[in-house]
């Protein structure tokens, strides 16, 4: 396995870190998105966030947490509040270069289900940290 794919799968666990970790409870969709951006503005790759609740129809209603390509020029006109034990769908993506594809990128999506609490979002299962090489 090339480092640099390594790194890319790296990449898209720090967001999967900053996820769970930046938002709370009563935080409008925005803020949230917000909180999740300030934990990454420092990273060297490309996150882009486009995450949505969970309910009885698969994408429900409810806050939208949406930054892609982490463009945050656009505040959504309506926005409602987050709450303490609603399920998500962690949806993201983060774009990495891999020096041993000449530089390249590799685009890593992810989408792992997770609920809020008052510490933040609880993954239902472990996200992937490794690669599943097949031979």
Do not use: C
């Amino acid at each position: 396995m090339p480092e640099g794919l390594r790194a890319a799968l790296a990449n898209a666990n720090v967001v999967h870190e900053a996820f769970a970790s930046a938002p709370r409870p009563d935080m409008t969709g925005w803020e949230a998105t917000l909180a999740i951006a300030s934990k990454l503005e420092r990273v060297d790759f490309l996150p882009s966030l486009y995450s949505h609740p969970i309910g009885f129809h698969g994408h429900a209603l409810g806050p939208s947490i949406n930054a892609r390509n982490m463009d945050l020029s656009s505040p959504p006109q309506r926005d409602s509040r987050l709450r303490d034990g609603s399920y998500r769908s962690i949806e993201f993506s983060s774009t990495t270069r891999v020096p041993e594809y000449n530089g390249g990128e590799v685009t890593i999506p992810m989408e792992d289900g997770a609920y809020l609490t008052r510490d933040g979002y609880v993954y239902f299962r472990p996200y992937q940290t490794e690669w599943y090489v097949i031979r």
